[in-house]
């Protein structure tokens, strides 16, 4: 046997009105405030954020858009704290690029957060430029992936 332990699965949905507290909840450990909240109303609304789930846990979420320049965009991923570095962040990336109605798909984080940049790289996207003044002194980076397509 492995010295090595097995990861808990991880399941990926859509998120519905039940998850709004616990997404909102989640948004809030990390952002520090509850600005997102109709964000987050929107989004789950729209059919446009994923929760990710480890058993009844909820461990995160994503929002993906296409709003960007009409492509599909990641404009916000949340993992808890405790349940960092177990692959929430790469399962909601994963079962993104699965179902991703465009060949082209946009994420960024800010240049400060280098763990988010090596998941980003680690997964085959490829930076694409920068965004100045969202955050002070914290550049934005924009990632891209061009994704493969059955039959093109």
Do not use: W
């Amino acid at each position: 046997m492995s010295g090595r332990s097995k990861r808990p699965m991880i399941i990926i949905e859509k998120a519905t009105g039940d998850d709004f507290e616990h997404a909102c909840a989640l948004d809030r450990m990390v952002l520090g405030d509850s600005s997102r909240q109709n964000f987050l109303a929107n989004a789950i609304k729209a059919a446009q954020c994923l929760i990710a789930r480890i058993g009844d846990v909820r461990v995160g979420f994503a929002v993906l858009e296409q709003s960007f320049y009409g492509q599909s965009f990641i404009s916000l991923l949340i993992v808890h704290r405790d349940y960092r570095r177990r692959g929430v962040a790469t399962a909601l990336i994963r079962h993104i690029e699965s179902i991703c109605p465009t060949e082209k798909l946009f994420i960024s984080t800010n240049e400060s957060n280098v763990i988010m940049q090596r998941v980003c790289e680690a997964l085959g996207f490829v930076r694409s430029g920068y965004i100045e003044n969202l955050d002070e002194g914290d550049p934005e980076i924009i990632y891209f992936k061009r994704l493969k397509r059955d039959g093109v």
